[in-house]
């Protein structure tokens, strides 16, 4: 496991230096413009070393006999996402186009998943049904391709500043991976491979970034992390709400962003740079922004997943609880208002 860790980090640090050469040789730049969290012009494509990195430990798990064919196939259609993504990042592919895919991916992912685990209903929800779990059947097919389209998207829109993209995945799959240590082997392999990819590549992106991730590794992490959260709650059920709690900072922000952009009538669908962490980015800095979402992540989100762990039954208490702070600083930050500052 060790072995596999760190031979899976050292091919994600060579490779992401290779993509940065390649990426200032050829002039693939992220060029700054007032949409923009960066002022220079930066190299982008940085996932795909990412995305080979863990494609290829998969390969190594798979060659081993360590892997499980189903959960494969459905870790395979992230590399769709990938693909339509490193399209956009070198000539714009029509969004009609990358929502398909995401649609056909997440569609494919959540088939081999065999569907949507089984539903956790806590407290008071199971008092009032008289039922402590739900099979959500075909609806839940429905309700997993949605999940995971929103979770490839959400991510999209957070990798904004320096860091900050990587950091989540490192944190979400690191925290997942110490649940599932204990539940699943190939579960927790697959996770701790996703942190030793991404770790690999935020050396790189740490601010001040020297190449960026693109739609080619943010798409790729965004569906990556919906199905190892399916995946964790088909060996627990309470593994849903925690993965909800996990990946809070970039849910509560991309949500609330998103909401109000809608609401107040603004062209939701446009590229913007109104999320809480780009206004606070613009007042702190890109280090201190990162710096507060991995204490938010370590001091408060980790805390409230592993209480819920140990004790399922108050999993929507724990869910509420650890929004509402997020909904605050998404408010107190003004996400969604255009190019204004708190």
Same mark, same amino acid.
């Given at each position: 496991?060790?072995? *596999?860790?760190?031979? $899976?980090?050292?091919?994600?640090?060579?490779?992401?230096?290779?993509?940065?050469?390649?990426?200032?040789?050829?002039?693939?730049?992220?060029?700054?413009?007032?949409?923009?969290?960066?002022?220079?012009?930066?190299?982008?494509?940085?996932?795909?070393?990412?995305?080979?990195?863990? =494609?290829?430990?998969?390969?190594?798990?798979?060659?081993?006999?360590?892997?499980?064919?189903? $959960?494969?196939?459905? &870790? #395979?259609?992230?590399?769709?996402?990938?693909?339509?993504?490193?399209?956009?990042?070198?000539?714009?592919?029509?969004?009609?186009?990358?929502?398909?895919?995401?649609?056909?991916?997440?569609?494919?992912?959540?088939?081999?998943?065999?569907?949507?685990? &089984?539903?956790?209903?806590?407290?008071?929800?199971?008092?009032?049904?008289?039922?402590?779990?739900?099979?959500?059947?075909?609806?839940?097919? =429905?309700?997993?391709?949605? &999940?995971?389209?929103?979770?490839?998207?959400?991510?999209?829109?957070?990798?904004?500043?320096?860091?900050?993209?990587?950091?989540?995945?490192?944190?979400? #799959?690191?925290? *997942?991976?110490?649940?599932?240590?204990?539940?699943?082997?190939? #579960?927790?392999?697959?996770?701790?491979?996703?942190?030793?990819?991404?770790?690999?590549?935020?050396?790189?992106?740490?601010?001040?970034?020297?190449?960026?991730?693109?739609?080619?590794?943010?798409?790729?992490?965004?569906?990556?992390?919906?199905?190892?959260?399916?995946?964790?709650?088909?060996?627990?059920?309470?593994?849903?709400?925690?993965?909800?709690?996990?990946?809070?900072?970039?849910?509560?922000?991309?949500?609330?962003?998103?909401?109000?952009?809608?609401? #107040?009538?603004?062209?939701?669908?446009?590229?913007?740079?109104?999320?809480?962490?780009?206004?606070?980015?613009?007042?702190?800095?890109?280090?201190?922004?990162?710096?507060?979402?991995?204490?938010?992540?370590?001091?408060?989100?980790?805390?409230?997943?592993?209480?819920?762990?140990?004790?399922?039954?108050?999993?929507?208490?724990?869910?509420?609880?650890?929004?509402?702070?997020?909904?605050?600083?998404?408010?107190?930050?003004?996400?969604?208002?255009?190019?204004?500052?708190?």
């Amino acid at each position: 496991m060790l072995l *596999l860790f760190i031979g $899976v980090l050292l091919v994600a640090v060579v490779l992401t230096g290779l993509i940065r050469f390649y990426a200032l040789s050829n002039q693939v730049l992220d060029i700054p413009n007032q949409r923009s969290s960066h002022t220079v012009p930066t190299p982008r494509g940085g996932g795909l070393a990412v995305v080979l990195a863990f =494609t290829f430990a998969m390969l190594i798990l798979f060659l081993k006999g360590l892997a499980d064919d189903d $959960v494969l196939s459905a &870790l #395979s259609g992230a590399l769709l996402v990938a693909g339509i993504g490193f399209m956009d990042d070198h000539g714009h592919v029509p969004a009609r186009w990358r929502f398909l895919i995401h649609l056909l991916a997440s569609g494919l992912a959540v088939g081999f998943l065999h569907g949507f685990p &089984l539903l956790l209903l806590p407290a008071p929800v199971d008092v009032l049904m008289q039922r402590g779990m739900i099979d959500l059947g075909w609806f839940g097919y =429905t309700l997993g391709v949605l &999940l995971l389209v929103w979770f490839l998207n959400l991510f999209n829109f957070m990798d904004g500043i320096d860091g900050i993209a990587a950091s989540e995945s490192v944190f979400v #799959s690191g925290a *997942l991976a110490g649940y599932l240590y204990y539940l699943d082997r190939f #579960s927790f392999l697959v996770a701790i491979c996703l942190v030793a990819a991404s770790l690999g590549f935020l050396l790189w992106n740490w601010p001040k970034a020297k190449i960026f991730m693109g739609d080619v590794g943010s798409g790729f992490l965004g569906l990556m992390l919906g199905i190892l959260i399916l995946m964790a709650a088909k060996q627990a059920a309470v593994l849903l709400y925690c993965g909800l709690i996990l990946f809070g900072i970039f849910i509560v922000d991309a949500s609330y962003t998103l909401g109000f952009r809608f609401f #107040s009538g603004q062209k939701w669908y446009d590229a913007h740079c109104s999320h809480a962490y780009q206004h606070a980015a613009k007042r702190y800095g890109h280090l201190r922004v990162l710096q507060a979402s991995w204490a938010l992540n370590l001091l408060w989100l980790l805390p409230i997943s592993w209480l819920i762990f140990i004790q399922p039954r108050f999993a929507l208490l724990g869910l509420i609880v650890a929004y509402l702070p997020l909904l605050y600083l998404a408010y107190r930050f003004e996400a969604g208002r255009q190019d204004r500052v708190a």
